[in-house]
């Protein structure tokens, strides 16, 4: 019943398709790869707010490719306010050499494939880069999907039936044993998201 | 920004750091994040090595033999060897689930190219010892800008009134020994050198019955005592001055002579041996016990192998128990016996006073009773100078070690046969005897009495031997370490490594019938006669230095001497960590020689 639902979805998703060259993005996936994903934006509102930077990185098996980091930085239409400078540390100074938005997104479509995509609170993420897809291509991002905090709630909840679970970010970092490595950036925290997904998902213990 | 932060983490690690800019760009574009879980076996003898393993986090734990070989964790890397011999008789598997950066064999023999990155890999035990030693030192700061104003002797200050008489003034000069007169005016300071004395009483018209003040120079330079001995020579320098006026919270505490200042970087040991010479009472002794610890930590600082530090401190030490000697020995008494030091003392590796243990020999035909005040004198000096009780009661000052030529060899014979813990003890002290004061033949008779008394007793040395084996070596399963939960996760040196090394070189030192008792030159020695050959030694000595420098930091550290130790090898810079590693995978190799050599699986 989902199946078809979400069968019906993409191929309504497909037909919208405006440019042929992005037809890869619905290809059965055969890499085996997943890519991990974060982004720095302007803010919290997807409508209005917009995306500074988008950083990702594949996955396959137990690895995390480093060696093929992908990091970009777009350039914004409005001033980006001290406010959120303070929490993702992008100031306009470092957006000079950023790319359009165009040229972002299309790089990232083609560093992400048809491969899935897994994140923290990825929703968001993904709710940011449609907005770019929908009005460039008339597509929402067609890949499938995994939450990381899903995955560990999981996990956790059948330890604790009934528990109130911590969701954050940090204490999901703490329990899994991963090493904060300083900085919040893009990188940095797709990197981490990805050390959760293989800790949760390799993990024999958990 | 972000690919910055896995850069420096791979930098920060040794001998990446080494690598140039584009190489390590290069390298960066080649390495991937794995993740292994717990139990995860990751090379062995039939599972060749595909990957050079850098740890981000968890541990790796690598068996010979099914034995601990070693324990890896965050910062370490493995296995150079692995990779380049392209196999391995060593089994690596993960004890903790591990996040590890990975680098690609072919990639990892293409960064062999670099000529300082393969000679790190490729060299053996001895020279990555140094190399890192090395490393480590340069990180040292020089002591020369860390130590305090307060570090420092200072001379009395001769503070006088302004209105205080030219010769009353000199007169309190004279009687504090000062070597310049602070005048105290209405509002601040001013100074009397030897030069304003010169030019203004003995060359000028001023006589002696004037006030101080209207001799004194004004505007005094001073400096807090808080403030760095560099800044202190800088003031020196820039303003032409011999000494400084000491103030802390405003208030003058003393006077900082340049001589002082000058010598306390030249680390001052001759005038430390100068006043052991110089003092003709207990207290000039007892003013001396500061001197002695910052000898230790100046030297230190500036990185002097730890080695040298105890000769120094041991040759200084034995002046000490002379001098003592000669207070509580009349003169007709003394080369009538011999005083000897034994144990850390007699083998010259004392640095900071652990207790002491020492014995009198007394000559035949001389009543031994004659010796018994002067040495419970002696021993009471001792004690008042800080060298610690000996809990054993090896001191003079117990009959048991104080006795005629005669009376020993009894008690040699005894030790030949005997195989009571308490025999094993004491022949073990009485080894590394060091004869300081009095007759010191009555130590080379008993000594060569000793060593022919052992002679081909092969049986005995095996078993005292044995306490070599007797505690662990803490190299093993818990995170790199074993540590001992009731210290706070900390380890004993002593008896994790150092005394398992002690022992075994002296009981082959007694089989082979070698004099000398410090540790170093006995393992020499050794050498020389071909019982072990010159790599094993040169690693032994290594390790000893490594064990003795890093236990030096922690007596330093210590409030206590039971506390001193003890380390948490957490706390230890990752470099310290890994020599203290490899000094105990030495006393591993040590020990399995000593067990070789003794039979000692033999010995119940």
Known sequence: MFGFISRFKTKANRSKLKDKNFEFLFQEDRSGEYVVFDTETTGLDPKKDEILSIGAVKIKDNKILTSQIFE???????????????????????????????????????????????????????????????????ITLPNKMIEVSEIYFDKTISMIPQGNIDLRFDTILKKCGIPNMGVHNAVNDAIMTAMIYLNLTFSKKK | MSIQDQRKLIESIHPFELLSSTTMDNLMSKIDIAYYPNGTLLISPTISSIAFYIIIKGS??????DEVHNVYSAGDSFDADALIYGKTKAKFVVDEDLICYEVKKEDFLDLMQDKKVQSYFLQDFITRHQQLKEYD??????????????????????????????????KKQQELRAKVIIVKEVE???????????????????????????????????????????NALLLMTHNAIKRVVVLENERIVGVLEQLDLLSYFASHSHLVAVQIDKASTLSDLKLLDQDFKNLIITLRAKGVKVRYITKLIATLNFKVYKKVFEMCVEEELRD?????????????????????????????????????????????HLLELGFPKCNGDVMVSNEFWRRNTSSYKELIEKWTYDMSDESVQNLSIFLDAKCVAGDCTLLDELVTYLHSSFHSRDDVLAHIAKAVLNFETPLSLFSGFVLEKEYNNRLDLKKGGIFALVHGVRTLCLQYEIKATNTIERIKELNNMGVIDKTFATELIESFDTLSSIRLKAMLEAKTIDEANYINPRNLEKNQRDLLKD????????????????????VV
């Open chain 2, 336 to 380: 009538k016996c011999a005083l000897i030091v034994m144990g850390s003392e007699g083998r010259e590796d004392q640095t900071l006073r652990s207790d002491q243990d020492n014995a009198l020999i007394i000559q035949n035909g001389i009543d031994t009773e004659l010796f018994k005040a002067p040495m419970m004198k002696l021993n009471s």
């Open chain 2, 188 to 230: 601040g300071y001013s100074i009397v050198t030897d030069t304003n004395l010169r030019q203004r009483v003995l060359l000028g018209e001023n006589d002696i019955s004037k006030k101080i003040g209207s001799i004194a120079s004004k505007g005094l330079i001073t400096i807090d005592v808080n403030d760095f001995l560099f």
């Open chain 2, 60 to 65: 790796v734990t690598e068996y010979i033999d």
């Open chain 2, 583 to 602: 000094s105990f995978k030495i006393i591993n190799k040590f020990k399995k020689f000593m067990s070789f050599h003794f039979h000692l699986n033999m």
């Open chain 1, 72 to 138: 970009v930085f777009l350039q914004n239409s409005k001033e980006i306010s001290s406010k959120s400078i303070k929490i993702h540390g992008i100031r306009p100074f470092d957006l000079k050499d950023a790319k359009t938005t165009k040229e972002g997104i299309v790089e990232f479509l083609n560093f992400v494939g048809s491969r899935p995509l897994v994140g923290y609170y990825l929703e968001f993420d993904v709710s940011m880069v449609n907005k770019y897809t929908k009005e460039m291509l008339g």
């Open chain 2, 137 to 170: 030192q340069q990180s040292d700061l020089s002591p020369f800008l860390i130590s305090k104003v307060s570090d420092i002797f200072l001379h009395v200050a001769c503070v006088v009134d302004a209105d205080e008489s030219i010769y009353g003034a000199l």
